[in-house]
């Protein structure tokens, strides 16, 4: 490969990656304002943010992650 050839694809890698980082802030940009729109109305904004990282979760991760919380409310007697 010619080091224009090398240098020209490296450009347009270095392009992609801009215009995909340019679409992940408006993305960014649109999630919290989703967020400010829900606190807005009442929402807590941090309890749907943990919400929303549950449900990204596995169901068998969740459960295990919920099992160990329980385990450590009780240790330090949080019930």
């Known amino acids: 490969m010619s080091d224009a050839v090398a240098a020209e694809q490296l450009r347009l890698f270095i392009e ?3 215009r995909l980082e ?11 304002d989703v967020y400010a729109e829900a606190k807005a ?7 749907m943010r943990a919400i929303v990282r549950l449900r990204r979760m596995e169901k068998n991760a969740r459960q295990e992650a919920d099992a160990l919380l329980e ?4 240790a330090l007697g949080l019930d």
Do not use: C
């Open 16 to 18: 992609r990656i801009e």
């Open 22 to 32: 340019e679409e992940k802030k408006g993305i960014a940009d649109d999630i919290r």
């Open 41 to 47: 109305n009442g929402y807590d904004v941090k309890t």
């Open 71 to 74: 385990t450590y409310r009780n």
